[in-house]
C-alpha cells in the first residue's frame, strides 16, 4: 500500500490499495484503520476507520471517519494500516506492506510581498501587481479576490480570479466581462485587492492587502 494527501485537498489522502489475490482468497471489502502520529490499532469498536470497496487508488477522508475524526496539523504524520475482509467476516492479519504513511501539509507558501495598486487618472485603467515568487517550491497557483467598497475576502467578494505562479499582476480594465465593469465601479469608489499565494493541497498564505480610489480626473 502507497499513500499521498490528495491534491486540492487539506483532509483527505489517497492511497493505492494493491491485492493481486482477493479473487482467488474471497475478499469483500477492506477496512482502512487511521492513526494520528502513531500507528493505528485494528480493533473496529474503537480505533478510526474507513471501509473500502476493493483494491486500486481510494480516497481517505480524515473528517468523516469511523469512530471519530482526526484534524492533523501540520507536520504530523498519518499512518494507515488495511485489513482485508471476507463474505463471512474473517479478517486477514496486517502485515508489512500492509502499512503507509503520510507527512501531512497544511502550512501555506510565503505570503506575497510588494503588493502595489495604483489609479491612473483618466485612464480607465487601474494597476496593480506584486514581487515575483517562483522561487518558493511550495508555490502552486495564487487566488486574488477583488472587492468594491470593503475588503476583500474569501467570504466576500465580487470577483475572485485564480492565477498561474509566474503570474505578478496586470491592469484592470473597463469592459463587458471586465473586472471594473463586474465590480460596477464608478467615479470615487474604493476597490480593494487581496492575493494569496495557494498550495497544491490547497493551503493558503497569509493574505496580502491593498485598496485604492478609482477616479477618472487627471
Do not use: C
Not at 471519530?68 to 501540520?74: A, M, S
Amino acid at each position: 500500500m502507497t499513500g499521498k494527501q490528495k491534491e486540492d485537498s487539506t483532509t483527505v489522502a489517497t492511497i493505492t490499495l494493491v491485492d493481486d489475490d482477493a479473487a482467488t482468497e474471497g475478499v469483500d471489502h477492506y477496512i482502512v484503520f487511521v492513526g494520528l502520529n502513531v500507528a493505528p490499532g485494528t480493533n473496529q469498536l474503537s480505533d478510526k476507520y474507513q471501509i473500502v470497496a476493493s483494491a486500486g487508488k481510494r480516497d481517505i477522508d480524515l473528517s468523516s471517519l469511523i469512530n471519530g475524526d482526526l484534524t492533523p496539523d501540520d507536520g504530523d504524520h498519518i499512518y494507515f494500516t488495511v485489513v482485508a475482509v471476507d463474505d463471512a467476516d474473517h479478517v486477514s492479519n496486517p502485515k508489512g506492506n500492509d502499512s503507509t504513511m503520510i507527512v501531512w501539509d497544511k502550512a501555506g507558501p510565503g505570503k506575497p510581498t510588494g503588493l502595489t495598486f495604483v489609479d491612473n487618472p483618466g485612464m480607465n485603467t487601474m494597476t496593480y501587481s506584486w514581487n515575483d515568487q517562483t522561487n518558493d517550491d511550495d508555490l502552486d497557483h495564487f487566488e486574488v479576490y477583488f472587492n468594491n467598497g470593503s475588503e476583500a475576502t474569501p467570504e466576500n467578494n465580487g470577483v475572485k480570479k485564480t492565477y498561474e505562479s509566474h503570474y505578478r499582476g496586470n491592469n484592470l480594465v473597463r469592459g463587458a466581462g471586465k473586472i471594473l465593469d463586474l465590480l460596477e465601479v464608478e467615479e470615487g469608489d474604493e476597490i480593494h485587492i487581496t492575493v494569496y499565494a495557494v498550495d497544491r493541497f490547497g493551503n493558503r498564505s497569509e493574505p496580502a492587502k491593498i485598496s485604492a480610489t478609482y477616479s477618472l480626473v487627471n
